[in-house]
T-cell receptor, first 113, second 113 residues
Framework: QKEVEQNSGPLSVPEGAIASLNCTYS??????FFWYRQYSGKSPELIMF????GDKEDGRFTAQLNKASQYVSLLIRDSQPSDSATYLC?????????????FGTGTQLKVEL | DVKVTQSSRYLVKRTGEKVFLECVQD?????MFWYRQDPGLGLRLIYF???????EKGDIPEGYSVSREKKERFSLILESASTNQTSMYLC????????????FGQGTRLTVV
């Protein structure tokens, strides 16, 4: 079983709709969870992180965490064509020194006009 | 403006060559990471370092080594390049702690022929 799993997509949504991206993780001891966005040919950049159960909102983005179900999601409201990218879920498993992020394979999102 | 700089954007090397990929960060971060990114496989951690001269193996360390002699610089070494090491290599850095963002360099696309 992979440590962090995401549906590779592509996930296609119409402009203005809500995009829902999902991620599951295997390490129950994981403490913090990150969503990165990666445009084609570019490096990943952080959208937001979450470490408490429940929802965390930042503008059009909402991260949701359910530690009991080992599930984290990202909702993008009012999706725009500029949101078309690959979204990477990352988990800090809290093992060893430092924070060693483990990434999922990413979900490709396409927002269509 | 935070910066992680990788020495080369594109690199072509021959099989059997010793290859050095250099990464420098100017944010005084304790943690530095080397990932490789391949289609369908996502970002996979090769090595990370949480302090000068300290290193830990990631998920795929075989065929690679690293060096961190100064806090700001983290080098990835391919001892004898092989064609299966053709990939996009991404360096990242972060401060210590659970909820700290990892900042990525622009990536080095390495082709081994």
């Amino acid at each position: 079983q992979k440590e962090v799993e995401q549906n590779s997509g592509p996930l296609s949504v119409p402009e203005g709709a809500i995009a829902s991206l999902n991620c599951t993780y295997s390490d129950r001891g994981s403490q913090s969870f990150f969503w990165y966005r990666q445009y084609s040919g570019k490096s990943p950049e952080l959208i937001m992180f979450i470490y408490s159960n429940g929802d965390k909102e930042d503008g059009r983005f909402t991260a949701q965490l359910n530690k009991a179900s080992q599930y984290v999601s990202l909702l993008i409201r009012d999706s725009q064509p500029s949101d078309s990218a690959t979204y990477l879920c990352a988990v800090n498993p809290l093992t060893g020194g430092g924070n060693k992020l483990t990434f999922g394979t990413g979900t490709q999102l396409k927002v269509e006009l | 403006d935070v910066k992680v700089t990788q020495s080369s954007r594109y690199l072509v090397k021959r099989t059997g060559e010793k290859v050095f990929l250099e990464c420098v960060q100017d944010m005084d971060h304790e943690n530095m990471f080397w990932y490789r990114q391949d289609p369908g496989l996502g970002l996979r951690l090769i090595y990370f370092s949480y302090d000068v001269k300290m290193k830990e193996k990631g998920d795929i360390p075989e065929g690679y080594s690293v060096s961190r002699e100064k806090k700001e610089r983290f080098s990835l070494i391919l001892e004898s390049a092989s064609t299966n090491q053709t990939s996009m290599y991404l360096c990242a850095s972060s401060t210590r702690g659970l909820n700290t963002e990892a900042f990525f360099g622009q990536g080095t696309r390495l082709t081994v022929v």
